[in-house]
């Protein structure tokens, strides 16, 4: 089945792209003319902890499922750390989501930050600032932090096939999902108090190795995320906000008091209940769904109400937080309000709506975030799908104050030097900007090394390419 929706691609100018927005009813900002040079909204530097970032571009954190069975980062690592680097974006929001802790690891070969890695780590951040620097003369403006995750529910930190999740309370359609079937998964108290411990040892070690600050995860339906759902957790940390958000108070309060790093967070700041693939495999709620563990979203878990997620910003305000860099929703459950694509993953579903619409979603909830704090940095994300018209909407909407960064993710798989390019004016690389085949997802869903398959010639050439076309060939036609 085709998606009813236009491929981006197909729309030839900047002209019938908003045509497009019009005829949609989708409310999008966008600049028809993308400035260069001291002209340009993205250009402009952003102040931040008394620290200068030297333009409005941010590289968000990715899993690359190829880091060494023990967590240190491989050749294949380093290249897209290279390329960050080479990105021109002066604003790299963790560059890897890196596991504190074994059994919080995302799948067997991913970054796990400890000392017998510290070394491996800090070399990473050393070769990403040494090719800024080499390709832009000076560092002094560029910011690197790195995220501190646990992928809770969603970890496989033994086999790339097999989950092993911690939970942090039940929940019927994710549960089935996972494969839990009692409460053995769940984190007590105590345990969860010791990876507050982890954290804050994985924070004196991100300062050992150079970051300027580190993210405490909350997205995605990762493990930090999921607390903020945790309306049916007794305890200290379910139950109400001032409990659902003790994990993170504990964790800062620790950082503080050990190191003198900056802290941000990667937030999904509204979420939906899980999808499934319904008819034509169009996605649909999942009927075991249960919309009042969702975090900021309507009582029916089909929309978003950002009234607990600005709650949760004002309580990292107040304790000394100043950058939060947005997201929606989770890859796994809902990824057409978090990753909207035209082509889904291999376990995913077609997007029940245009995913432009995801995308002004998602502009639409941190610009009345940003209204709402306004000393808050919030980097926003989910812009990929623009495309070609990308730097346009970018642009609109850091001129227009409704967030203070763009987040670039899947986009810089393929075209890495895509905020170079636009800063300096430089003709626009078509042939690399990212068409969302979702290859990048597709291919760690099935256990294979990810990268962009299609467009980067580098991974074009590489066996898994091959592997994952077959893989695909035989789930589209299965016998």
Request: a negative charge; hydrophobic letters at 35%; glycine letters at 10%.
């Amino acid at each position: 089945m085709s998606t009813p929706y236009p491929r981006i691609a197909g729309l030839k100018d900047y002209q019938a792209f908003t045509e497009h927005l019009k005829q949609s009813n989708i409310e999008m900002p966008g600049d028809e003319e993308v400035r260069s040079g001291s002209d340009s909204p993205l250009g402009k530097p952003l102040e931040v902890h008394g620290r200068t970032i030297g333009n409005r571009f941010c590289i968000l954190p990715m899993e690359g499922w190829d880091g060494t069975r023990d967590g240190k980062p491989t050749e294949l690592t380093r290249r897209r750390w290279r390329n960050f680097g080479l990105s021109g974006a002066k604003l790299i929001w963790g560059g890897e989501a890196v596991a504190v802790r074994n059994d919080g690891r995302a799948n067997p070969n991913q970054l796990v930050i400890n000392e017998t890695n510290l070394s491996d780590i800090a070399s990473l951040r050393q070769e990403l600032v040494q090719a800024h620097e080499d390709a832009f003369e000076t560092s002094d403006d560029l910011m690197v932090g790195i995220q501190l995750t646990h992928s809770g529910r969603f970890a496989r930190p033994n086999d790339k096939k097999r989950l092993e999740p911690r939970t942090v309370q039940r929940n019927t359609a994710l549960d089935r999902r996972a494969g839990v079937t009692d409460d053995s998964a769940i984190l007590s108290d105590d345990e969860l108090s010791q990876l507050i411990d982890d954290f804050i040892v994985a924070a004196v070690a991100a300062e050992k190795a150079g970051f300027a600050f580190v993210d405490v995860k909350h997205c995605h339906g990762y493990l930090g995320h999921e607390l903020l759902a945790g309306v049916d957790r007794p305890g200290r940390y379910g139950g109400s906000l001032e409990n659902r958000s003790r994990f993170l108070r504990e964790i800062v309060e620790g950082i503080r008091g050990a190191t003198q790093l900056e802290i941000g967070v990667r937030l999904s700041v509204f979420d939906y209940v899980p999808f499934c693939p319904g008819e034509d495999r169009t996605g649909v709620p999942d009927a075991d769904a249960e919309p009042h563990k969702v975090f900021g979203s309507t009582p029916d878990g089909l929309g978003m109400d950002l009234t607990e997620p600005s709650k949760f910003i004002q309580l990292m305000h107040d304790l000394g937080i100043r950058m939060v860099c947005t997201t929606a929703g989770s890859p796994y459950y809902n990824p057409h309000i978090q990753r909207p694509a035209y082509f889904p993953p291999s376990d995913g579903y077609h997007p029940p709506e245009d995913p432009l619409a995801g995308v002004a979603r998602q502009i639409a909830a941190v610009a009345q975030l940003k209204q709402d704090h306004p000393e808050m940095l919030f980097i926003g994300s989910g812009y990929t799908y623009l495309q070609d018209y990308l730097p346009n909407v970018g642009q609109a909407v850091v001129d227009r104050g409704m967030a203070d960064s763009i987040g670039l993710g899947r986009m810089v798989l393929s075209y890495p030097d895509l905020p170079a390019d636009v800063l300096r004016g430089s003709v626009w690389q078509r042939k690399k900007v990212c068409r969302t085949f979702s290859d990048c997802t597709t291919a760690p869903r099935q256990g294979i090394i990810s990268g962009c398959y299609p467009l980067d010639p580098f991974y074009k050439k590489m066996d898994e390419r091959k592997q994952l076309q077959e893989i695909k060939k035989a789930l589209a036609n299965p016998a």
